[in-house]
């Protein structure tokens, strides 16, 4: 069974760049021809879709996100990565990492000082 | 960029009801899509992909409907484990998510 983990800081300065990092267990990123993507969920309110990448390494982003947002992976680890820069109190939210049906249980990460 | 509009925002209705939720988008989206069920607290699950496949394990009180540009999500006979917020997601043109209903119990 596929598992995907979120990891990285919960609390993230004003200004500065959020990284998380997904883990995927239970099969290989690489033999997926499906995407590999990043969701977020401010506090009480909807999903928002931040960009998803594929195994050959084509990227695609929320163009509402798009000059701020890089989505890499390591296929060596098995593991993909978000990097959101220049964040403020609105990018408060849980973050998701997700395979189609297979989603991580979602990491909150606060922007304060 | 296709939007997603959803409705009603929130629903309450009693256990044993019909519920429907509908899902409008911008353009054509031929069937790319998806209804997911999200608890408090948890991860979203996906319950109907391309717009009418029920996911494996999902009960068969639950189904979807529609094509192109209209869809509808059905709870047959709504049990109380089926309190949630509901969300479509569209995957014709990237990804883009309706705004969410909210289901109670009447």
């Known amino acids: 069974q596929l598992q995907l983990q979120e990891s990285g800081p919960g609390l993230v300065k004003p200004s500065e760049t959020l990284s998380l990092t997904c883990t995927v267990s239970g099969g290989s990123i690489s033999s997926s021809s499906y995407y590999w993507g990043w969701i977020r969920q401010p506090p009480g309110k909807g999903l928002e879709w931040i960009g998803s990448?594929?195994?050959?390494?084509?990227?695609y982003y929320n163009p509402s996100l798009k000059s701020r947002v890089t989505i890499s992976v390591d296929t060596s680890k098995n593991q993909f990565s978000l990097k959101l820069s220049s964040v403020t109190a609105a990018d408060t939210a849980v973050y998701y990492c997700?395979?189609?049906?297979?989603w991580g249980q979602g990491t909150l990460v606060t922007v304060s000082s | 960029d296709i939007q997603m509009t959803q409705s009603p925002s929130s629903l309450s209705a009693s256990v044993g009801d019909r519920v429907t939720i509908t899902c409008q988008a911008s353009?054509?989206?031929?069937?790319?899509l998806n209804w997911y069920q999200q608890k408090p607290g948890k991860a979203p699950k996906l319950l109907i992909y391309?717009?009418?496949n029920l996911e494996t394990g999902v009960p068969s009180r639950f189904s979807g409907s529609g094509s192109g540009t209209d869809f509808t999500f059905t709870i047959s006979s709504l049990q109380p484990e089926d309190i949630a917020t509901y969300y479509c997601?569209?995957?014709?043109?990237?990804?883009?998510f309706g705004q969410g209903t909210r289901l109670e119990i009447k």
């Open positions: 391309d717009a009418s």
């Open positions: 997700a395979h189609v049906q297979h």
């Open positions: 997601q569209q995957y014709d043109n990237l990804l883009t």
């Open positions: 353009q054509d989206i031929s069937n790319y």
């Open positions: 990448i594929y195994y050959s390494g084509s990227t």
